[in-house]
């Protein structure tokens, strides 16, 4: 696997990385046992950069990639978390000092470490990105040794390049995929001025792209693609990249005749986004051996051709733009 630096932290991490928010919880059934076998075989394949945070089944996800960790022993991969949403609602109040201290000396023993690599602002309201004193906070937890570096998880491209005005912010995660293609506009050229790492959520629209899913398929009473198809419990852009599940289906099927040769459709999704040089990493999450190596697979494909980079452009812009461009 290729990788990139990310960003000013001048560190190396794969290109694919193992997003394990399913293995903590709200992806419908989860088991233990096949999680840690999916990230065991994701990190014996050479992956080395997780992406996780304290309120993935209320610090399950951390407390599984740590037994990982602990069984594996040698060299740690690089481990991003997230802090902020254990609030019981987002206000800008919320993001003290005091607040986020607890939250990160939880997820330090969570996941068993002495400092974790980076902690990102986990999608906090828009507000408070015009709050200097929020990442003033962020900025004395480095200076104690808790935290090597700290960025964003965001919601909305505004977000993105408001956060990047902040020196400290060494990254930046957001939602990026052949549904939701608004980033590439402005906020990738700016990332790539301010050597800001980008890491790439949601690649695969919540599974709307690798394919699978069909118009009688059925999620879950515990699966967000359920219980938050509108939004209902946390921001819908999180659940199929905010576009309605219907019209996923019919640019879904407009993609197919697009795949590679001996790949799929959840390959060529995931070789699309890292044509884009901005992109630092992209965490596709895994439930299950099989899943954790066809994603890493998919950085082994080569370059996609300009017509195909064309056709997928035609199809976001006459199918999908309309539902999600300006809305985040």
């Not at 066809?294 to 997928?312: F, K, R, S």
Request: hydrophobic share 45%; proline share 5%; net charge neutral.
């Amino acid at each position: 696997m290729q990788k990139r630096v990310f960003g000013r932290t001048g560190r190396q991490v794969g290109e694919i990385g193992f997003g394990a928010w399913a293995i903590g919880g709200a992806w419908g059934r989860t088991d233990d046992a096949e999680s840690m076998a999916a990230l065991h075989a994701a990190l014996d394949a050479g992956l080395d950069f997780i992406d996780t945070a304290d309120v993935y089944g209320d610090g399950h996800s951390e407390r599984l990639i740590a037994r990982v960790l602990k069984e594996r022993g040698g060299p740690r991969p690089f481990v991003a978390t997230k802090a902020g949403h254990r609030l019981p609602k987002q206000v800008v109040e919320g993001y003290t000092a005091q607040n986020l201290s607890a939250w990160i000396e939880r997820s330090l023993r969570n996941l068993e470490a002495d400092t974790l690599d980076l902690v990102q602002l986990h999608c906090p309201p828009t507000d408070a990105y015009y709050h200097p004193e929020i990442f003033e906070a962020m900025e004395r937890l480095v200076e104690q040794g808790k935290i090597r570096h700290y960025g964003v998880s965001v919601e909305r491209v505004e977000e993105a390049l408001k956060a990047i005005e902040y020196p400290g912010v060494a990254s930046v995660q957001i939602i990026f995929n052949m549904f939701r293609q608004r980033p590439a506009e402005l906020f990738f050229r700016q990332a790539q001025r301010r050597n800001v790492a980008v890491i790439v959520r949601v690649p695969l629209a919540s599974g709307l792209l690798t394919g699978k899913f069909g118009p009688d398929t059925t999620f879950a009473e515990d699966d967000h693609r359920r219980f938050n198809r509108h939004g209902e419990a946390f921001d819908v852009g999180e659940t199929f990249a905010g576009v309605p599940y219907e019209v996923g289906l019919v640019a879904v099927e407009k993609l197919r005749p697009l795949v590679p040769e001996g790949a799929t459709l959840a390959q060529l999704a995931l070789r699309w986004i890292l044509m884009h040089e901005a992109v630092t990493v992209v965490i596709p999450g895994a439930r299950n051996r099989q899943q954790a190596l066809a994603n890493i697979a998919a950085a082994g494909l080569p370059a996609l051709p300009p017509q195909t980079m064309e056709a997928v452009a035609r199809i976001y812009e006459q199918d999908i733009k309309p539902w999600v461009h300006q809305r985040w």
